[in-house]
């Protein structure tokens, strides 16, 4: 009795299996339907109506619109640093004030070194004009060469002292300039951001870059694109922007500007590398928009409206024809040229040899 049970239950067992691997068998083997005169349905498609689209995609960084750099007016001790890092400020309010003390010692001495040029060449011109008068009448040939010879290098001294007196004005003047900015002001309005390696330096030298100033509602998008994609690009042309942190948020660009020139280190053909170009995009203002955000874009190159369209694996090409293959009706085919136009990666504009409602079949 316990082994007809057994039987039994082995023999359940076996039959559960048996169906679960027919089951799985005609899920991996589907059948095919069969229309008359045809061995197997044919693949087909119809011409329609409607909107095609060419796009670019693009991606890169997000920054600021506007930077107006600021740099340190001249090297000294910092006597007092003023506006914060991320501080709102307008044109003009000061931002850092440096210790005048060395440059104003400076000025002085240069002062004085351009007076005593000055004094010098007025002596000068005095002890050869009274010289000249002392001197009376040339007696022969040789001291009249003399004498023509002194007064032209003392024209010459004179004329480098001009020059010399010159420069130094100019540079005497450079430096009350810089003076005149001890108190640096805002060159203009904005978020002011220090310099990230160095914040806050107790001396700075000529011309140290401390930071810049930015608007925050004024971000744009500047892209990378390839070589094949770079002359299908005008300014003008809009953009659908992506923020990679953001999902759900899609943002309104438009292109600025497309660099003629291969960015540097992306020109190395040899290497059988591409070349790439920048792409300027503006951007709608967006509260998620922050300089340095990873963005996407679909730049939008051509648009069509109701253009006949058919997808792309449908056309086939030989020999320089291009044709579909027309669907007759009970499983006949037809070999129809046609004239293409407007292409994307899965429609083809057609010009000639259809009309909307035709039947193409995949062959």
């Keep these: 009795m316990k082994k007809t049970r057994k039987l039994i239950k082995w023999g359940i067992l076996g039959l559960v299996l048996i169906g679960i691997s027919g089951f799985l068998y005609m899920q991996s083997h589907p059948s095919t339907q069969v229309v008359p005169g045809s061995a197997q349905q044919d693949i087909v498609f119809t011409a329609a109506k409607e909107t095609l689209v060419s796009q670019v995609e693009v991606k890169g960084k997000s920054l600021y619109q506007q930077e107006t750099m600021v740099y340190a007016p001249f090297g000294s001790r910092v006597a007092e640093w003023i506006a914060a890092d991320g501080q709102q400020v307008q044109q003009g309010d000061v931002l850092f004030r440096l210790d005048g003390t060395a440059l104003a010692s400076d000025i002085a001495r240069e002062e004085a070194s351009i007076r005593k040029a000055e004094l010098e060449s007025e002596l000068g011109q005095y002890a050869s004009g009274v010289k000249e008068a002392a001197s009376g009448a040339f007696t022969n040939e040789t001291e009249r060469a003399a004498a023509l010879a002194d007064r032209e290098t003392a024209r010459l001294n004179r004329e480098l002292a001009e020059v010399n007196t010159g420069l130094a004005r100019k540079d005497l003047a450079d430096k009350k300039t810089r003076l005149q900015a001890a108190d640096y002001r805002s060159p203009a309005s ?42 299908r690009i005008k300014p003008g042309m809009p953009v659908q922007v992506k923020l990679t942190a953001v999902k759900d948020v899609v943002l309104k660009g438009e292109v600025l500007k497309v660099s003629k020139f291969a960015k540097t280190g992306t020109d ?96």
């Design 190 to 231: 904005g978020i002011f951001l220090y310099d990230s390696t160095v914040k806050r330096p107790h001396a700075v030298s000529d011309n140290q870059y401390i930071g810049k100033i930015v608007q925050l509602d004024q971000l744009q998008f500047l892209a990378l694109v390839g070589e094949q994609d770079v002359f």
């Design 268 to 363: 190395e053909s040899s290497l059988g590398q591409l070349a790439q170009f920048e792409v300027i995009i503006s951007l709608e203002q967006s509260e998620y928009l922050i300089a340095g955000l990873s963005l996407s874009g679909q730049i939008e190159t051509e648009r069509k409206e109701e253009a006949l369209a058919i997808p792309t694996m449908a056309v086939l090409r030989e020999q320089g024809s291009t044709y579909v293959m027309l669907d007759k009706g009970n499983g006949q085919t037809e070999k129809r040229s046609i004239k293409t136009g407007m292409e994307t990666p899965e429609k083809i504009e057609v010009l000639e040899g259809l009309q909307a409602g035709d039947v193409v079949a995949l062959p």
